[in-house]
């Protein structure tokens, strides 16, 4: 048992020191998670709200009542699309070209830099048979 507890409690001081900015993350994560879970049932209320407002067109609206679980299904995929869809494109702002580094600087920073790349000319061979590329 005392075993067990100091190994709790090392692991505790090692994640506790170490998890700062992890706890930061998590905490972004979390609240990422419940705006997207907020978005879906969101969207799945207003789709089961639009299912309901078509009862008020037909004769008997007790023989369609499937129309609102019916809007509340495509609110939910929508709601899913959407969230995906703005999932994808969080990243992709940090890859795209920046007000600090636009295209023409990187050509630019590629044509000065393209001397470093290049291999210096190796050669084989004795005085006799050279081989050089």
Do not use: C
Not at 2 to 30: C, M, P, R, W, Y
Not at 74 to 82: E, L, P, Q, R
Not at 96 to 115: G, L, P
Request: net charge negative; no cysteine; hydrophobic share 45%.
């Amino acid at each position: 048992m005392k075993k067990i507890f100091t190994l709790l409690l090392s692991l505790n001081l090692f994640l506790g020191t170490a998890g700062v900015s992890l706890a930061q993350a998590e905490d972004d994560l979390i609240k990422s998670t419940q705006n997207d879970i907020l978005m879906v049932a969101g969207a799945g209320a207003a789709g089961a709200i639009l299912g309901l407002s078509t009862l008020s067109f037909v004769d008997q609206p007790s023989e369609h009542i499937s129309n609102i679980w019916t809007g509340a299904a495509i609110g939910v995929i929508a709601g899913v699309i959407f969230v995906a869809y703005n999932s994808a494109q969080k990243n992709s702002e940090d890859l795209q070209s920046s007000k600090d580094f636009n295209s023409f600087e990187r050509v630019a920073w590629h044509t000065e830099n393209s001397q470093d790349l290049t291999l210096p000319s190796v050669q084989f061979g004795t005085k006799i048979w050279e081989l050089s590329f």
